[in-house]
T-cell receptor, first 111, second 114 residues
């Protein structure tokens, strides 16, 4: 079941914050976050495992609420380099371990 | 220090003419994946190999086949490409299946069907 991402697109000024959400109707074991710039391959950001953890990576962090089957990606003090499309990939419990990617959230950071 | 390499980066083929895309990795990962990504869409998993074990997604057309002759290389064969097969094809690897292993993506091969 493909996860639902919101918003579909967001435009920010440098220094502003953003939150991207990812939700599933299935019980999840893990959520992965990737960023893809136009014409390039997706690049791994972080993995969150069942257990409701929160992770951080510089000014990008994420949380996973396993009860709600939701994950959120937080981008603080955005930089121009944050522009791209953000995909969440969900691993359903009991699956082979493959990821199902959401449709993506296009983030544009303007000067 | 390229880790996942895809060749060619751009491929043009004619309708119905078989085409092979290749992927190699220097990470010695157990798992290799092939994804299809159409414009402004999410990557869609076609199949994966865990070592030599091949796993086909249920909705992957029979027109798509794959080979993994050794740990480092994996090929995607499209037997009779149609116009709807034009897309970016991404190869990815991970150490293990499942949530603990991040996936490393290659730069992709953009396939055009004329």
């Amino acid at each position: 079941q493909q996860p639902v991402q919101s918003p579909q697109a967001v435009i920010l000024r440098e220094g502003e914050d953003a939150v991207i959400n990812c939700s599933s109707s299935k019980a999840l074991y893990s959520v992965h976050w990737y960023r893809q710039k136009h014409g390039e391959a997706p690049v791994f950001l972080m993995i969150l495992l069942k257990g409701g953890e929160q992770k951080g990576h510089e000014k990008i962090s994420a949380s996973f609420n396993e009860k709600k089957q939701q994950s959120s990606l937080y981008l603080t003090a955005s930089q121009l380099s944050y522009s791209g499309t953000y995909f969440c990939g969900t691993e359903e419990e009991g699956s082979q371990g493959n990821l199902i990617f959401g449709k993506g959230t296009k983030l544009s950071v303007k000067p | 220090d390229a880790m996942v390499i895809q060749n060619p980066r751009y491929q043009v083929t004619q309708f119905g003419k078989p085409v092979t895309l290749s992927c190699s990795q220097t990470l010695n990962h157990n798992v290799m994946y092939w994804y299809q990504q159409k414009s402004s869409q999410a990557p869609k998993l076609l199949f994966h190999y865990y070592d030599k074990d091949f796993n086909n997604e249920a909705d992957t057309p029979d027109n798509f086949q794959s080979r993994r002759p050794n740990t480092s290389f994996c090929f995607l064969d499209i037997r009779s490409p149609g116009l709807g097969d034009a897309a970016m094809y991404l190869c990815a690897t991970s150490r293990y299946l499942g949530g603990r292993s991040e996936q490393y993506f290659g730069p992709g091969t953009r396939l055009t069907v004329t």
